[in-house]
């Protein structure tokens, strides 16, 4: 593959792979906006990225009553402009997991994560103008042949047909920012799906038709699960902690609350939510904590050599575990539930038998474990254990 021709990149991101490229920002840096601005939105490519003319640029839909049926993007922009803000997340802490065991993938950090204004045409109305047939159980699949791509011959994804429906929600974005889209972003023409994993988010979509799911054996990765991050940690006074984070709730609906725990999870403390917009968006919060120390036993030290983590131990979502001797725990609340399913004393409580398994092997019994299979915690690792003085 030819990348000489790429655009320049934002100075501002870790690069985890050059070719493709692949970089993200720090999640410190982050949650000092509620906006993310360009320079720290990450960039997950599978191939080279190429600039395009934008008068020459079109996309074909096919499916409906009028058979293809082609757009210009100054077509696209002569249509009533949607607004909408939302968060934009890849697949996160691989590099964490390698530090476990080989991992495939990227290595990704805790910085895949954007919270963008996208401006674009409302993928419902052109479905509608091209007379497509509302079946059930049908996908809109996306494909992108304008660059190649390192895993097969051209980039798509899919996502159902009820969501492509859904009023106000998926745009066809020409826009990020109130900017023109770049390149490095998809531009001049991307897929945004708010609530769903970016890898539904094609970039240069070029044509979109309706078909048939073609894996049915087991449902596809569409919507984000609940998910928390704590992005920094600092210590202001000897046992005092000013904590900052952000949570995505994906398609569940608005995060309602958040709480920390320095103690196991013994006591909870409300966290301040300081940035929500709209139902789509990230939330940003921020806490104070104190952490008591008992006489005669050990105190926390700041270690800022670490950073905050999830453990995808099996490589699957919705199957998570946090591992902790020292840390602060994040519990996400939606719609005034807890998702938590508290702390297990002992890995072998664990009921997913993988799961378990590598519990077990890295934790060793014994060890306390946060069994978050059914939830999202965080473990924040940015503290170790020394003997007090």
């Known amino acids: ?43 997950r490519n599978h191939g080279p990225v ?79 103008l091209v007379g497509l047939n509302m079946q059930e159980n049908l996908h809109i699949c996306f494909e992108s042949h304008s660059t190649l791509c390192q895993d097969d011959t051209f980039y798509g994804a899919s996502i159902p047909l009820a969501k492509a429906m859904e009023n106000g929600s ?70 005092e902690l000013f904590v900052k984070g952000y949570a995505i709730a994906g398609a569940t609906g608005k995060v309602q609350a958040i709480e920390i725990s320095v103690d196991y999870g013994k006591t909870w403390h409300n966290a301040r939510i300081i940035y929500q917009e709209g139902r789509w968006s990230w939330t940003l919060w921020e806490a104070e904590v104190t952490c008591k120390v008992e ?28 591992y902790t001797v020292d840390a602060v725990l994040l519990s996400t609340v939606v719609a005034g539930i807890r998702r938590s399913s508290g702390l297990s004393p002992d890995a072998s409580v664990i009921p997913d038998p993988t799961v378990r398994s590598v519990a077990e092997k890295f934790l060793g019994v ?8 059914q939830a999202t915690a965080v473990n924040s690792s940015y503290f170790k254990k020394s003997s007090s003085s």
Request: proline letters at 7%.
């Open 170 to 239: 998926v745009i066809l974005a020409y826009e990020m920012n109130d900017e023109p889209l770049s390149a490095d972003h998809g531009g001049p023409l991307r897929v945004v799906v708010p609530g769903y994993l970016g890898a539904r988010w094609v970039k240069w979509v070029q044509s979109k038709e309706t078909a048939k799911p073609l894996w049915d054996q087991y449902p596809s990765m569409t919507a984000l699960p609940l998910n928390s991050v704590v992005a920094t940690v600092n210590c202001e006074e000897d046992d």
């Open 366 to 373: 014994g060890e306390t474990v946060f069994d978050v299979i």
């Open 1 to 43: 593959m030819d990348y000489s021709a790429e655009p320049i990149h934002s100075a501002l991101l870790n690069v985890q792979q050059s070719q493709p490229f692949n970089a993200e920002p720090p999640a410190s840096a982050l949650v000092e906006f509620s906006i993310t601005p360009e320079d720290l939105v990450y960039c």
């Open 50 to 128: 190429r600039e395009f003319d934008d008068s020459a640029y079109s996309i074909v839909i096919k499916g409906g009553d009028k058979g293809k049926v082609q757009f210009s993007l100054t077509e696209l922009k002569a249509f009533p402009k949607t607004r909408i803000v939302a968060a934009l997340q890849a697949s996160i802490r691989r590099k964490e997991m390698g530090a476990i065991r080989p991992v495939h993938g990227v290595p990704w950090a805790d910085g895949v994560i954007a919270n963008c204004r996208w401006g674009g045409v409302l993928l419902s109305e052109l479905l509608k």
């Open 295 to 322: 006489e005669g036993k050990s105190k926390f030290n700041f270690d800022n050599t670490l950073s905050p983590s999830i453990y995808h131990l099996s490589l699957m979502l919705g199957k998570l575990v946090h």
